[in-house]
């Protein structure tokens, strides 16, 4: 039974950790956990559809994306809700054939869109997220999909834990598993030019990145004219200039987790991660400057609003604005330090997002009782 969101204790949103943080901690014993005892019996077992509940809104929600006009959010035990107010009001969809965690979302079209995650499940819809169809179920591979990613003429790639990469041609309806074997990077430096240490540098060697490392892939996002990146685990960071036909490894700035990046515009990108690390790179992920957060919250998404505008989330209700395209962030710590997972702008300065208490409607401005904290 689905719980709502005056039963839900607030240590749930440690499950959401599986997906979009503490995958570098345990992740063979996250991942198990939710796994049938044999791969014999979760290969027999059915997807099971969704419960309606009447606080769906109010439940753990993980990812959001934008149909239209409409905002859809995904999250725990297959609910997913849509708002056709700009994040003020929500209604659970009609119907989902899943009970997974689903953790990652994206729309080709206002119609059509595709949702993934936990046993390998991806769904698709073909009515802006009112009904969804499941067109992919693997919990016997015991590799959970973090994140999806849907580009023109039906073109869609989802990527997951111990760099599982699949794709479709055809907007989702049939899956091609393909092996993920970026090319190495090259020698990393950090902004003052400075090598990167030699446990990082081994790290990267050729034979790893030939395999692909095995690496958790967190995020995927397009940058325009067939550029893509990747966000994974232990500072790993993948960019491709032909819509995912191959990749090439980054030069990393962290030995840490990155659970996201946001493409600005030409070739500038923000990469955020663990104990709230924020880097920019003005040159596509070739180096890379640190910006001061103000805080040691995982940072977990990122929207542009407005001319210039950006904001980030994090656990612990971290919000960071800033009106200066990236260069610098203020601390708005909300109120209620619920952990948030997604962001995305709604028009008006208003933001919608998503996390540990569901979904709402915020403003940039702080919150009752935030602490403003300017970044230098």
């Keep these: 039974m689905w719980f709502g969101a005056s039963a839900a204790p607030k240590p749930f949103f440690a499950l959401a950790a599986a997906l979009i943080g503490a995958l570098a901690c345990a992740p063979s014993a996250l991942f198990a956990a939710d796994q049938p005892a044999s791969t014999e019996q979760a290969a027999a077992e059915p997807a099971r559809a969704a419960e309606h509940a009447p606080l769906a809104a109010r439940g753990l929600l993980i990812a959001m994306a934008v149909a239209g006009e409409r905002l859809v959010a995904v999250g725990d035990r297959g609910i997913i809700v849509l708002s056709d107010d ?115 540098a081994a790290s990267g060697t050729d034979e790893e990145e030939e395999a692909g490392g095995g690496y958790h892939l967190n995020r995927i996002v397009g940058a325009g004219a067939g550029r893509l990146y990747i966000a994974g685990e232990a500072g790993h960071l993948y960019a491709s200039d032909n819509g995912g036909a191959s990749w090439h490894t980054l030069a990393s700035p962290y030995e840490g987790s990155f659970f996201g990046l946001l493409p600005l515009g030409g070739e500038t990108v923000l990469a955020f991660g663990l104990r709230g690390h924020l880097y920019r790179s003005e040159n596509a992920g070739a180096s890379w400057q640190q910006i001061e957060t103000g805080t040691t919250a995982m940072l977990t998404g990122a929207t542009t609003f407005e001319a210039g505008a950006v904001a980030l989330v994090g656990l612990s209700g971290v919000v960071l604005v800033s009106r200066d395209g990236g260069h610098g962030f203020t601390l708005m ?44």
């Design 333 to 376: 710590q909300q109120a209620d330090r619920a952990g948030l997972s997604a962001v995305v702008s709604t028009g008006d300065e208003r933001l919608a997002v998503v996390g540990e208490d569901g979904a709402r409607a915020i403003g940039p401005a702080p919150a009752p009782g935030a602490t403003r904290n300017a970044a230098p």
């Design 86 to 200: 700009r994040g003020a009001s929500w209604t659970q969809a009609e119907y989902v054939p899943s009970q997974a965690l689903l953790t990652g979302v994206c729309f080709l079209d206002p119609l059509h869109g595709v949702a993934v995650g936990h046993d390998e499940v991806i769904l698709t819809t073909a009515d802006a997220g009112r009904t969804w169809k499941l067109t992919h179920f693997a919990p016997q591979a015991l590799r959970p999909l973090l994140d999806v990613w849907c580009g023109t003429g039906g073109e869609v790639i989802a990527v997951g834990a111990y760099s599982t990469y699949l794709t479709s041609a055809d907007g989702g309806a049939s899956w091609r598993e393909v092996k993920f074997t970026p090319a190495a990077a090259p020698a990393a430096r950090t902004a003052a030019g400075a090598p990167r240490s030699a446990a990082a």
